[in-house]
């Protein structure tokens, strides 16, 4: 036990210390400086630290630990009952005294003496915990390498600011914390792994934050969670030149942001924009659309309700490609076309600039600028040169007329003849200053106005609907039947007033190519979350719209359900949409255990696609449970008794996974009827409630987890076909420790096609 470790009290003795300074720290942003300085003589009375070089004097005149901000004070006081979780000792080349680091979510230093009491987990220094094993590492900050020797790794479990545990890892000993923190039970949100992440998970975290990254990682490698602490490290690091409100999670529903809601704070991210896709495109528009909902088309493929789905999977597909992205562009360069001045423009009777040098300016070198904000860009550029033109322009007609008055009244001319011309030239006069002002008032608007202006739609809909103008873009790329499927199917939807999901990504490229979106909107750096849902297109127009490509794109080829429109091959994402990206792996997988991995693997190779089997970190628990149903009755009583031993065995969180959405309406209608359990529904845009057993289909699944799953098939069983294949797998990697199926028989989970070795016939 931990007290039997040599260290045990020394260790017990710094802890103390540490929650003490904490507390004068806290104290001193509460108090004012007076009893501020009377509370710390009075707390650290008597400690005597060997371990540190932090002096009561020191401390005492330390005046910055009256500065601490808001948010800090905030996070010390989180934190205060669990200081840090983990220590390391490390000598760096040519310094004498070897470095105790304290490792934690929260910084302290002696602002005196710069001496760390906690050392952020994000702090490259840190690193050395996460990436170095013990002996000779090196770690970099700023540029520079700093070598060393590293002679101690040690974990700690603190619970309520006492010190449970003790750890020292060596290169011998595997992870037992990990090993611990895997075997606990889920709380139905996502939490922080600072203690545990794994070196791989750790490469991605610290993976050049001036790149984008695209990780392709198992299910339940720790993409969700490794994409969140990657945020965490990018706010630290950039402290100084980003704000959180510059970042942004795209994730795939509202049900998944509130499930991710918890872990942000606590690493200390706050005020960023966590929207779906969908959400985010409606913003960038302005206005209202009506969507199909999302999920119509899968859930129609599943039913297999679609009349010509080889068609209608490929129009999916091409809405989401870059294929289509160039219909568009070449559309785009007419729709420019459209915006050019032809004529010249005139204040009254004078050419204030010519039509050729404004198609100059538009076409060439505001070309950085959405079209209709060169135009504005134009109508400025008009409004200050007649501003600087007037003056000229008046004198000129001044020195005109005074000009030709002069030779009036030296002309021999009878008077009454000169008389008539004096006047009427003055009067010519008057009414051309008079024209002038008034033109160079109005001339740049009826000038401006000139030009076509239309809304998003008009040209989404010009485009899409009319099959003599689509022919003409898509000439060359694509044959006669599929412009003529596409062009009806499209006024078909439109004439219902609808868009659909795929028609996201042309409409928000389209916004930012004519109109541009509003400052506020455009996040400075984007995670993307079950990013093999997205299409390439959609990748492409976020990436056009918001000017940047610094992404974090997380996905798992294995779960795209959506693959009929969504990502096949990261290759074609990193070499066409993002070059300067790194693509990274994560092939072990940490949620669940061998024995259903085992299973779930198995299910993955009847796809015959080139995935990688999935590697389990090593967690033993019982094979999953295969149970013969008769009748729909006897399948929630059989499901009911197992529950209620799951929650007698400790398991928190039960979800019952079908496969379609109206399975599961039978199953919750059932459970109603014939059990005593609370059951919750899961919908897309809910939140999980905590104590009820979750009922969620197949296809919402994904990226959560529970304790325990059950996946039952009353009336729709798993087909073999690949998006039926992957609702499986999805569902299968839900759990983390237990797995049972509900069938009539084997095949409705097509395990008759598998290793019958992985499962348990009961
Ligand atoms: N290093 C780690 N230490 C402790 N727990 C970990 C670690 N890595 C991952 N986990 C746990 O594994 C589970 C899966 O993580 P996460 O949901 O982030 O994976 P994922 O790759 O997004 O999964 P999926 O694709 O299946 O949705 C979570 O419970 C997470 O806390």
Not at 78 to 98: D, G, M, S, T, W
Not at 753 to 761: A, L
């Amino acid at each position: 036990m931990s007290k039997a470790h040599p260290d045990y009290e020394n260790e017990t003795e710094r802890l103390d210390f540490t929650k003490k300074y904490m507390n004068v720290v806290i104290q001193a942003s509460e108090s004012n400086e007076e009893t501020f300085r009377e509370n710390l003589k009075q707390s650290l009375e008597g400690m005597d630290i060997k371990d540190s070089s932090f002096s009561y004097m020191t401390m005492l005149t330390n005046s910055n630990l009256l500065q601490r901000t808001g948010d800090e004070l905030k996070r010390l006081k989180k934190f205060r009952n669990k200081p840090y979780f983990a220590r390391i000792n490390f000598l760096q080349e040519n310094v004498n005294q070897e470095e105790h680091l304290y490792l934690g979510k929260v910084s302290l230093f002696d602002k005196e003496t710069q001496q760390p009491i906690i050392v952020d987990w994000r702090s490259p220094i840190a690193n050395l915990y996460y990436d170095g094993r013990l002996g000779e590492v090196s770690y970099e900050s700023e540029g520079d390498t700093y070598h060393g020797f590293l002679s101690l790794k040690r974990q700690f479990i603190i619970e309520n600011g006492e010190l449970q545990e003790i750890r020292d890892i060596d290169l011998t000993t595997t992870d037992e914390l990990l090993q611990m923190s895997l075997s606990e039970s889920a709380s139905n949100r996502l939490t922080e792994i600072v203690s545990t992440i794994q070196e791989e998970q750790n490469n991605i975290i610290r993976a050049d934050l001036n790149r984008p990254i695209i990780v392709q990682g198992a299910a339940g490698s720790g993409k969700t969670t490794i994409a969140l602490h990657r945020i965490s490290y990018f706010i630290y690091t950039f402290a100084e030149k980003f704000t959180a409100d510059q970042l942004m999670i795209l994730a795939p529903n509202r049900l998944f942001i509130d499930y991710i809601s918890e872990v942000l704070p606590e690493l200390g991210v706050e005020n960023i924009l966590q929207t779906t896709f969908v959400d985010y495109v409606r913003s960038c528009i302005g206005k209202k659309i009506k969507l199909v909902p999302p999920d119509d088309k899968l859930l129609r493929f599943i039913n297999q309700e679609i009349d010509n789905p080889e068609l209608v999977k490929w129009m999916s597909e091409f809405k989401g490609s870059l294929l289509f992205r160039d219909i568009i562009d070449r559309y785009l360069e007419d729709i420019l076309k459209t915006l050019l001045p032809t004529e010249d423009f005139y204040v009254s009777k004078f050419r204030l600039y010519h039509a050729m040098n404004l198609r100059q300016l538009i076409e060439y070198e505001y070309r950085y600028l959405p079209f209709y904000q060169r135009i504005d860009k134009i109508k400025r550029v008009l409004q200050n040169h007649v501003r600087t033109e007037k003056k000229r322009m008046i004198d000129k007609v001044i020195k005109f007329y005074d000009g030709k008055l002069e030779k009036a009244l030296y002309s021999k001319v009878n008077s009454e003849k000169r008389k008539a011309y004096i006047s009427k030239a003055l009067d010519k006069k008057e009414e051309t200053l008079n024209d002038i002002k008034k033109e160079a008032r109005v001339a740049v608007n009826r000038y401006i106005k000139k030009l076509p202006k239309h809304d998003l739609f008009y040209y989404f809909k010009q485009l899409l609907t009319n099959k003599e103008i689509f022919k003409k873009y898509a000439d060359g790329l694509l044959d006669e039947d599929k412009i003529e499927f596409f062009i009806h199917y499209q006024m078909k939807l439109m004439s219902k007033g609808m868009f659909e999901i795929e028609d996201l990504a042309s409409l928000l490229y389209l916004q930012g190519k004519i109109f541009g979106i509003d400052q506020q909107l455009r996040v400075k750096n984007i995670v993307i979350d079950e990013a093999q849902d997205y299409s390439y297109f959609q990748l492409f127009a976020l990436k056009t719209v918001l000017e940047t490509d610094m992404f974090t794109i997380v996905g798992d080829l294995a779960q795209g359900i959506h693959s009929y429109r969504g990502i096949k091959d990261w290759s074609i994402v990193q070499n066409e949409i993002f070059p300067r990206a790194s693509y990274k792996t994560l092939q072990k997988s940490y949620r669940t255990t061998v024995e259903i991995m085992e299973a779930a693997n198995q299910i993955l190779k009847l796809l015959k696609l080139e995935l990688p089997i999935v590697e389990p970190v090593v967690r033993h628990g019982q094979k999953p449970s295969f149970h013969t149903i008769s009748t729909k009755i006897d399948a929630i009583q059989l499901m009911e008794q197992e529950i209620n031993q799951l929650y007698k065995r400790g398991m928190k969180t039960v979800a019952i996974i079908g496969k379609t959405n109206k399975e599961c309406q039978e199953l919750a209608k059932l459970f109603k009827k014939h059990s005593s359990l609370s059951i919750q529904v899961l919908k897309e845009n809910q939140e999980i409630h905590k104590d009820e057993i979750v009922i969620v289909s197949s296809n919402l699944s994904k990226g959560l987890e529970f304790d325990a799953v059950l996946i039952c098939s009353l009336d729709d069983s798993f087909l073999d076909s690949e998006i039926d294949i992957k609702l499986l797998y999805v569902s299968m990697t839900r759990p983390l420790h237990h797995l049972s199926l509900y069938g009539k028989d084997l095949t409705c989970f097509l395990l008759d096609q598998v290793n019958e070795d992985v499962i348990i016939k009961l």
